[in-house]
């Protein structure tokens, strides 16, 4: 039996999941896929479009096996924390031999290289990274400029113009630091990666077969491919059904007939919708605490009570607290982190200890429900399959970590039930997607 790991958000699900999917079986030979998705709250700083279960469901729908949430403090954490979350879980479960990633270059060989050289050389690295924001440059600009930089004096790669390249793309650096990790963790599984075609992940138009006439055949519509970021964008921006029949062709159908059956019912939730609780935050707490959630610096918190944001939206505090070396995504997740009271201390304590404390399943297909038992068997990690009695199998870091992921779930369905007088079970009564 050989399984395959993918770490992914699907915020939402769309062709291009699917095409992932198909390739990482094809490409690995895998005879099971397991997701390590994102709760619901994201990477971007944002919550997810729609909740962890539905997402889940579509996976399932969809070709993925096994659905494992990646713990909150890791979802809505740089590219290296998100990173490192996620392989040390897969890497912890005992029965992953591959992990299987989309990037812009699609060559894994380029990218191990990049992996291996800035792993090898992270002392350096990071010492001129932070001299580069220290002139002001964002986090991405300054960590080109450092890995250019450390190219230049390095003679053990003839490749350093195309190394320098790659990393400017997202799915690219994501790739760099999922190897990373696994050369961190000393671990088995063996990295693959699958090259993103037709959308570029931050695209905000949605495709169709007329702008994809040279690639997309009439009989195989699923080759449409639109951004994540497009068909959020459209999502969030219909008043009703009509305005968004576009993105018809860029979902399988059994997720565009989510989207047209749920649509302000279970989604689409965002930002603002948390906007009180939030700015409450934001002014209740001093500098000093402030400064204390990941992400958010001495000086962000300052640059925040020094802002009038009762006024303001979410999106207008963002812009008000971004500097010219602090991305807007950075600013996000720093707001995202004070409403889920995720800490920088308490972060670094989970990385310093196992990383990853448990295996909590969302979801799976029944006739993958062997793997839950090969992993019970081989894998360094408690099985949750239902929140209550975990304080039976976790210790106290574990348990701290689960909490913060239940916090989340339990603030977003609050919200979800603000917007649309919809009722979501809470954590304790919510138990595993399954599908036959």
Known sequence: MKVAGIITEY???HNGHKHHIDEAKKITGADYVIAVMSGDFVQRG?????????????????GVDLV?????????GSAQFFSLGAVALLNSLGIVDFLCFGSECGDINILNEAASLLYNSD??????????????????????????????????????????????????????????????????????TIKRHYAHYHDNHINTDNNHTDLISDENKSDIISSATAIRGMLENAKALSDFSS??????QNVYDYFANNHYITYPITIED??????YKLISESRTELAKYLDLSSDMADRIKNTDIQNLSIIEIAQKIKTKNITLTRVYRALIHVLLNINKDKIMEFKGGNIVYYARILGIKEEASHLIRKIKKSGKLPVITKVGGSDRQLDTLGLHMLSQDIFATHLYNQNLYAKFKTTAPNEYKHGIVIIP
């Open 247 to 252: 993105v018809k062709d860029s979902v399988p």
């Open 46 to 62: 944002a919550p997810a479009i729609m909740s962890k279960y539905d997402r889940c469901f579509m996976a399932l729908e969809n």
């Open 68 to 76: 494992l949430e990646l713990p909150v403090c890791y979802a809505t």
């Open 11 to 13: 915020n939402p699900f």
């Open 274 to 279: 948390f906007s009180a609780v939030i700015k």
């Open 123 to 192: 002392e350096s690295f990071q010492k001129s990274l932070y001299s580069y924001i220290r002139e002001g440059y964002t986090y991405p600009a300054a960590r080109a400029k450092a890995a250019t930089q450390l190219l230049k004096f390095n003679e053990k790669t003839n490749r350093s113009s195309v190394i320098s390249n790659i990393i400017s793309e997202p799915n690219n650096i994501l790739g760099i630091e999922y190897i990373r990790a696994l050369q961190q963790l000393n671990s088995p599984i063996k990295p693959f």
